[in-house]
Nanobody, 124 residues
Framework: QVQLADSGGGSVQAGGSLRLSCVAS????????LGWFRQAPGKEREGVAT???????YYGDSVKGRFTIARDSAKRTLYLQMNSLEPEDTAMYYC??????????????????RGQGTQVTVSS
């Protein structure tokens, strides 16, 4: 069972910021690549960000320059700092675990497991 607990979503106005957090179990943190994807109602999943074991970060085109992924290995926690939020960023955000970091970069965005999701709503 993949154990991921994501949190930090909320409602903000356009231009605002939020920081999402994801705490992983020790086994998951060491075995898998972690990242974020999002899904809005009626829309396809979209990869948001991920980080390789060496610390290289990758982002979806729509969030580059606005979102930053980071991690704290001592806390087994992954973060997503979201700045300059836009209404188009409104979605449920999920922390996920994958056997390959490239699963966050291209469809079908399938994962070994994910958190329960945290809602981000951006109003104009």
């Amino acid at each position: 069972q993949v154990q991921l607990a994501d949190s930090g979503g909320g409602s903000v106005q356009a231009g605002g910021s939020l920081r999402l957090s994801c705490v992983a179990s020790a086994d998951i943190y060491s075995r898998f690549y972690l990242g974020w994807f999002r899904q809005a109602p009626g829309k396809e999943r979209e990869g948001v960000a991920t980080m390789t074991r060496y610390g290289t970060a990758y982002y979806g085109d729509s969030v580059k320059g606005r979102f930053t992924i980071a991690r704290d290995s001592a806390k087994r926690t992954l973060y997503l700092q979201m700045n300059s939020l836009e209404p188009e960023d409104t979605a449920m955000y999920y922390c996920a675990a994958a056997d390959d970091y490239r699963r966050f970069l291209r469809p079908p965005y399938d994962y070994a497991g994910r958190g329960q999701g945290t809602q981000v709503t951006v109003s104009s």
